[in-house]
Each structure stands twice: as structure tokens, then as C-alpha cells.
């Protein structure tokens, strides 16, 4: 079993930075892949970022060269980093685990957070 928390979600000026973070209660080295999804109101939750124990990643079109998804299997802590925001990226942010991969990129995840707001607006 693996708790999710997120962090680092808040209001930021479009152009600006954020970090999220997302602990485990775990070990995350257990899991195959980590991913981020976000969900904006009104709008079906969708894939931000994945990453794979490896390394591997994968990122939606709407985030390549803006988001960097890393992960540090020593603190259990997997980040998204965030640059060049736009308002249309304000959503939920949703960290979570899938525990054996059988797709790439995963389709269904073992494990989620609770999630993190994040609002991009003047």
C-alpha cells in the first residue's frame, strides 16, 4: 500500500514557476511508474507527465519544454516542475503510482493523491 501527498500548488502569475511534490508513504522504487494528471473544472482528468523507474517519460503535447517530471526513489518523492505557465494549466493536480506496468504510457494507475491546486492567473 502507498499513501500519495501532494504539494506545491498555488496561485502564480502566467509566465511564472512552480514545483509540485508528491510523497510517498512507500517506497516508490516498488512502483513500475509514477505519473501526474491534472484536471481542470469542467474538463475530463488527463495525463500531465509519467515517468518510469527507469527514467523513461512521456508528457502530453500541451507541456513539452515547460514541465520536467523527475523522481528521487531515495526520498520517495516524485516532482513536476513547472515553467512558462499559462492560464489555460490551471487544473487539479493529481499525483499517482501504477505498481506493474502493462501499457506505456500506464492507462490505469494502483494509487492516487488527493491533489494540489494550482491557478495561473494575473
Known amino acids: 500500500q502507498v499513501h500519495l501527498v501532494e504539494s506545491g500548488g498555488g496561485l502564480v502569475q502566467p509566465g511564472g514557476t512552480l514545483r509540485l511534490s508528491c510523497a510517498a508513504s512507500?517506497?516508490?522504487?516498488?512502483?513500475?511508474?509514477m505519473g501526474w494528471h491534472r484536471q481542470a473544472p469542467g474538463k475530463q482528468r488527463e495525463l500531465v507527465a509519467a515517468i518510469t523507474r527507469g527514467g523513461l517519460t512521456k508528457y502530453a503535447d500541451s507541456v513539452k519544454g515547460r514541465f520536467t517530471i523527475s523522481r528521487d526513489n531515495s526520498k520517495n518523492t516524485v516532482y513536476l516542475q513547472m515553467n512558462s505557465l499559462k492560464p489555460e494549466d490551471t487544473a487539479v493536480y493529481y499525483c499517482?503510482?501504477?505498481?506493474?506496468?502493462?501499457?506505456?504510457?500506464?492507462?490505469?494507475?494502483?494509487?492516487w493523491g488527493q491533489g494540489t491546486q494550482v491557478t495561473v492567473s494575473l
Open positions: 512507500g517506497s516508490i522504487f516498488s512502483m513500475d511508474a
Open positions: 499517482a503510482a501504477v505498481q506493474q506496468l502493462s501499457t506505456w504510457p500506464p492507462r490505469e494507475y494502483d494509487y
